[in-house]
C-alpha cells in the first residue's frame, strides 16, 4: 500500500475533485465519518458545510485540507468494506479518528485506491499537526496495515517503466 498526503488550497477543491469523479462514474463516496447523515444522503453542500464549520474555528490557519490517497497493488481485490476498515485504521493510526472525513473508492487508475478528504482543524479550533506526518505516522500506519490485512508491501511493488 502506498499512502501520499497532499494538503490542497480548500476544502472545496479536494471536495470538486472527488465529486467530479463521482458525477462522471470514475468514482464512489463509500464512506462518511462523523457527519450527521448517512453518506448516501449527503450531498456536496452538506459535506462541504461539515468541513467549513470547523475550518472557521481556526482562521490563521493557512493550511487545513488535507487530502489522502491510499494506493494498493493492481493485483489487489479490496472490497469496499475492506477499503473502509483500512481507511478508517489508517485515520484512527495517524491521529485524526475524531476528524470528519469521506472515503471516495477510485476506479480511474490501473489499480485500486481510495482518496480521503479531511480537515486537519479540530473541534477546539486547534489544528492536528502535519509537520513530518507523511513520514512519521502515515508511514508506521502504512507498514502495520500491510501485516494486518495480508496487503502487498509498499517497497515490494515496482514502478511500471514509462514509454
Do not use: W
Request: charged share 25%; with cysteine; proline share 2%.
Amino acid at each position: 500500500m502506498v499512502a501520499k498526503i497532499t494538503v490542497p488550497a480548500s476544502i472545496k477543491r479536494a471536495l470538486n475533485y472527488n465529486e467530479q469523479k463521482v458525477k462522471d462514474g470514475l468514482a464512489t463516496c463509500i464512506h462518511a465519518h462523523n457527519f450527521l447523515k448517512h453518506v448516501n444522503a449527503l450531498n456536496f453542500y452538506d459535506k462541504q458545510l461539515r468541513f467549513e464549520k470547523l475550518i472557521t474555528l481556526n482562521k490563521r490557519a493557512s493550511t487545513n485540507t488535507v487530502h489522502i490517497s491510499l494506493n494498493f497493488a493492481e493485483h489487489e481485490k479490496i472490497s469496499q468494506e475492506q477499503l473502509v476498515q483500512i481507511a478508517s485504521v489508517y485515520m484512527q493510526k495517524i491521529g485524526f479518528e475524531q476528524q470528519p472525513y469521506l472515503v471516495y473508492e477510485h476506479s480511474d487508475a490501473g489499480h485500486p485506491h481510495v482518496h480521503i478528504v479531511t480537515t486537519n482543524i479540530q473541534m477546539d479550533g486547534s489544528r492536528i499537526s502535519l509537520h513530518n506526518l507523511g513520514k512519521n505516522e502515515s508511514n508506521q500506519a502504512r507498514k502495520e496495515i500491510e501485516i494486518s490485512f495480508g496487503l502487498v508491501k509498499a517497497e515490494e511493488q515496482k514502478k511500471k517503466p514509462v514509454e
